[in-house]
């Protein structure tokens, strides 16, 4: 168990609205994930974090915002949620100190966007 | 961007049965990583491997680096219900940040 909680567990909204996911971890790691996964897609990733206000994208950033100003926390942001969002969103972090290494996964997210 | 090509997509296994799936790339990686997910829960870390080559069992589970750095495989042996889900292989092509590439995954199914 990496100590990982995501929030909520379930989500359903309307297109148009914004909508934040939250990721916390209990041990101080400094490297986290945003992953979305889609069928047939595995996981693909959308936002990362590296340090307290240290963020970059990942291969599907368009439409998301990311922030991290606790280490324990990464907060995703869906500015104005379409459609094409509805997914199930995972946050990850990495134990390795410089980033090389395992990753470990939350319980994820659902999230529908009608 | 890389791509990871994953296969088989599913498969049908029956108790004792050995499974073999694999994961190949156009491009080199550093890190291999293999994850099984049951429905509704997060990916769970099975195997890890970093040197090109390296052959690592983790119960029933064998995985091995491939010495082109472009490819991996994972071995289930003498499988049981509970092996049921969705394995995931993982590339880590290395630089800044741990990002990892994954591939479609491989669907493992019981035979009835």
């Known amino acids: 168990d990496a100590g990982i909680t995501q929030s909520p567990r379930h989500k359903v909204t309307e297109t148009g609205t914004p909508v934040t996911l939250r990721c916390h971890q209990t041990?101080?790691?400094?490297?986290m994930y945003w992953y979305r996964q889609d069928p047939g897609h595995g996981l693909r990733l959308i936002h990362y974090s590296y340090g307290v206000k240290d963020t970059d994208k990942g291969e599907v950033s368009d439409g998301y915002s990311v922030s991290r100003s606790k280490t324990e926390d990464f907060l995703l942001t869906l500015e104005s949620a379409t459609s094409s969002q509805t997914s199930v969103y995972f946050c990850?972090?990495?134990?390795?100190?410089?980033?090389?290494?395992?990753?470990?996964f939350g319980p994820g997210t659902r999230l529908t966007v009608l | 961007g890389q791509q990871l090509n994953q296969s088989p997509q599913s498969m049908f296994i029956q108790e004792g049965e050995d499974v073999s799936m694999n994961c190949t790339s156009s491009s080199i990686f550093n890190t291999w990583l293999w994850y099984k997910q049951d429905p509704g829960e997060g990916p769970v870390l099975l195997i890890a491997?970093?040197?090109?080559?390296e052959l690592t069992s983790n119960g029933r589970l064998t995985a091995q680096f491939g010495i082109t750095r472009k490819d991996s495989f994972l071995n289930i042996s003498a499988s049981i219900p509970s092996d049921v889900g969705i394995y995931f292989c993982?590339?880590?092509?290395?630089?800044?940040?741990?990002?990892?590439?994954f591939g479609a995954g491989t669907i493992l199914r019981v035979k009835s």
């Open positions: 990850a972090i990495s134990a390795g100190t410089s980033g090389v290494g395992e990753q470990f």
């Open positions: 993982a590339g880590q092509p290395g630089g800044y940040g741990n990002k990892l590439v």
């Open positions: 491997l970093y040197k090109a080559g």
């Open positions: 041990e101080n790691h400094r490297y």
